[in-house]
């Protein structure tokens, strides 16, 4: 099925409106999707920044456990270790497409796990911290969003 645009304009030659089509080929039933090199950049460029942080997370364990645990988080020399390795399996899961529904949850469960209580703006009362917990609480709820379309995406597959 074709998605046809008319454009009028008028030729050198003559006054008279000259009709063009442009066509754009919309996927069949055999093309997915999934095998674009849009969605192949996407998918590396999300996955491969999730991955990125946690590599960075690990790197810097004793400081992210510090953080948290002046958050308040339960157990951090525990939870943020196996966090950052669920966030790093995610990532590179995302990135090969190697169990991707399973992978984009395993993110959005992260996310969803730590944005509220580790971007708490609302508890903030310095206004710099406050705006910079807003964004950072922002940016992990739309990841959360593109995670869950990524394994609505990746479980359409099966």
């Given at each position: 099925?074709?998605?046809?645009s008319r454009l009028m304009s008028h030729?050198?030659?003559d006054d008279e409106p000259v009709e063009r089509?442009?066509?754009?080929?919309e996927p069949t039933a055999d093309d997915s999707v999934t095998d674009t090199a849009l969605f192949r950049l996407g998918r590396v460029l999300f996955g491969g920044v999730l991955a990125f942080n946690a590599i960075d997370n690990l790197r810097n364990l004793e400081?992210?456990?510090g953080y948290a645990e002046f958050k308040g988080v339960p157990e951090p020399d525990r939870t943020v270790p196996a966090a950052s390795v669920g966030l790093l399996l995610g990532?590179?899961?995302v990135v090969l497409w190697k169990l991707?529904?399973?992978?984009?949850l395993g993110i959005a469960g992260f996310l969803a796990g730590t944005t509220p209580v580790m971007h708490d703006y609302?508890?903030?009362d310095d206004e710099e911290s406050k705006q910079q917990e807003r964004i950072q609480f922002l940016k992990n709820t739309a990841l959360f969003g593109a995670a869950l379309a990524l394994a609505r995406v990746a479980r359409g597959l099966k």
């Amino acid at each position: 099925m074709t998605v046809a645009s008319r454009l009028m304009s008028h030729s050198d030659s003559d006054d008279e409106p000259v009709e063009r089509t442009e066509t754009v080929s919309e996927p069949t039933a055999d093309d997915s999707v999934t095998d674009t090199a849009l969605f192949r950049l996407g998918r590396v460029l999300f996955g491969g920044v999730l991955a990125f942080n946690a590599i960075d997370n690990l790197r810097n364990l004793e400081e992210r456990i510090g953080y948290a645990e002046f958050k308040g988080v339960p157990e951090p020399d525990r939870t943020v270790p196996a966090a950052s390795v669920g966030l790093l399996l995610g990532g590179l899961g995302v990135v090969l497409w190697k169990l991707p529904a399973a992978a984009a949850l395993g993110i959005a469960g992260f996310l969803a796990g730590t944005t509220p209580v580790m971007h708490d703006y609302w508890n903030q009362d310095d206004e710099e911290s406050k705006q910079q917990e807003r964004i950072q609480f922002l940016k992990n709820t739309a990841l959360f969003g593109a995670a869950l379309a990524l394994a609505r995406v990746a479980r359409g597959l099966k």
